[in-house]
């Protein structure tokens, strides 16, 4: 766990929400903020919701009663059905996680009732703690986002995420295990994981992991990520920072430019990614 961040705990009245992101009926979140603090996390927009005065990456609120309050939903008198998606504005296995087990504990009442399929999506290689429970559900499927195998660039922008190198690690014992494993690579980082050279080392590394399903999805350019990624890239990269500016100034040029270079790489490589 960060140590600037002193975790709050909370109650929460409810456990179950319902989402609209396609594919999935429900969302879990069992933690309010996130300790992986990446620089282009959108999410970042809850911090205008949550009262905390500090900045995203710095606060974390941990709902204590999570377990119950999920179990008491699934054990009512409308069953809840189809698929359960965690987490969508913080990640379950942030480091608080090894502490607190409120998502394994979550996942053990899943477990229990039987009723919905249970798709995880993670920067952490602490989902693998938790093998026992997700062979135990009644589907599981588990979406690893890396963005970039460099280790630099990773550190710099997913500052509290497992490094990259031991989430394939995590993705490669849970496949052992059974459990499908797709990747998420998003968001695209201009001039840094969009290069030639970067989408070769990732997507190589992917296929050679045994990873076949890959989604891959653009930078969202919302006003505070941009923010907050031209000053990394002003301190940390400066010379990737006329392929940002591009991106945000003609995204649809871009976009051209980067699709037909994935497509390169993809048959080089011999794997076929699929844009959100
Ligand atoms: S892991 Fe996800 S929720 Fe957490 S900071 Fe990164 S992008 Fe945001």
Same mark, same amino acid.
């Given at each position: 766990?960060?140590? +600037? !961040?002193?975790?709050?705990?909370? /109650?929460? #009245?409810?456990?179950?929400?319902? $989402?609209?992101?396609? %594919?999935?009926?429900?969302?879990?979140?069992?933690?309010?903020?996130?300790?992986?603090?990446?620089?282009?996390?959108?999410?970042?927009?809850?911090?205008?919701?949550?009262?905390?005065?500090?900045?995203?990456?710095?606060?974390?609120?941990? +709902? !204590?009663?999570?377990?119950?309050? /999920?179990? #008491?939903?699934?054990?009512?008198? $409308?069953?809840?059905? %189809?698929?359960?998606?965690?987490?969508?504005?913080?990640?379950?296995?942030?480091?608080?996680?090894?502490?607190y087990k409120i998502t394994r504990s979550s996942l053990e009442v899943l477990a229990e009732y039987q009723l919905l399929e249970v798709h995880i999506l993670t920067k952490s290689a602490l989902v693998q703690r938790d093998l026992p429970v997700l062979r135990r559900l009644r589907a599981c499927e588990?979406?690893?986002?890396?963005?970039?195998?460099?280790?630099?660039?990773?550190?710099?922008?997913?500052?509290?995420?497992?490094?990259?190198?031991?989430?394939?690690?995590?993705?490669?014992?849970?496949?052992?295990?059974?459990?499908?494993?797709?990747?998420?690579?998003?968001?695209?980082?201009?001039?840094?994981?969009?290069?030639?050279?970067?989408?070769?080392?990732?997507?190589?590394?992917?296929?050679?992991?045994?990873?076949?399903?890959?989604?891959?999805?653009?930078?969202?350019?919302?006003?505070?990520?941009?923010?907050?990624?031209?000053?990394?890239?002003?301190?940390?990269?400066?010379?990737?920072?006329?392929?940002?500016?591009?991106?945000?100034?003609?995204?649809?040029?871009?976009?051209?430019?980067?699709?037909?270079?994935?497509?390169?790489?993809?048959?080089?490589?011999?794997?076929?990614?699929?844009?959100?």
């Open positions: 766990m960060s140590a +600037k !961040i002193v975790p709050r705990e909370i /109650l929460c #009245k409810s456990a179950l929400s319902k $989402t609209g992101i396609p %594919g999935y009926e429900y969302c879990i979140n069992p933690y309010v903020g996130c300790a992986h603090a990446c620089l282009y996390c959108y999410a970042s927009f809850m911090c205008r919701f949550t009262g905390h005065q500090k900045q995203w990456g710095e606060f974390l609120d941990v +709902k !204590i009663n999570f377990p119950a309050a /999920l179990a #008491k939903r699934l054990s009512g008198r $409308t069953r809840p059905e %189809g698929k359960v998606l965690l987490s969508t504005v913080t990640d379950a296995y942030q480091p608080a996680e090894a502490l588990v979406g690893f986002t890396i963005t970039t195998m460099d280790r630099n660039i990773a550190r710099v922008l997913e500052p509290g995420a497992s490094p990259p190198h031991l989430r394939l690690a995590a993705a490669r014992q849970l496949m052992q295990a059974g459990i499908p494993v797709w990747v998420f690579i998003a968001p695209l980082l201009p001039g840094l994981s969009d290069t030639e050279e970067g989408l070769t080392s990732l997507l190589q590394t992917l296929h050679k992991t045994g990873i076949r399903e890959i989604l891959i999805d653009y930078l969202n350019p919302y006003p505070a990520v941009v923010h907050r990624l031209k000053s990394a890239y002003r301190r940390y990269f400066p010379g990737a920072l006329p392929e940002l500016e591009e991106y945000l100034h003609h995204p649809v040029i871009y976009q051209d430019k980067i699709e037909g270079r994935l497509n390169q790489v993809s048959e080089l490589v011999g794997c076929r990614p699929c844009f959100v």
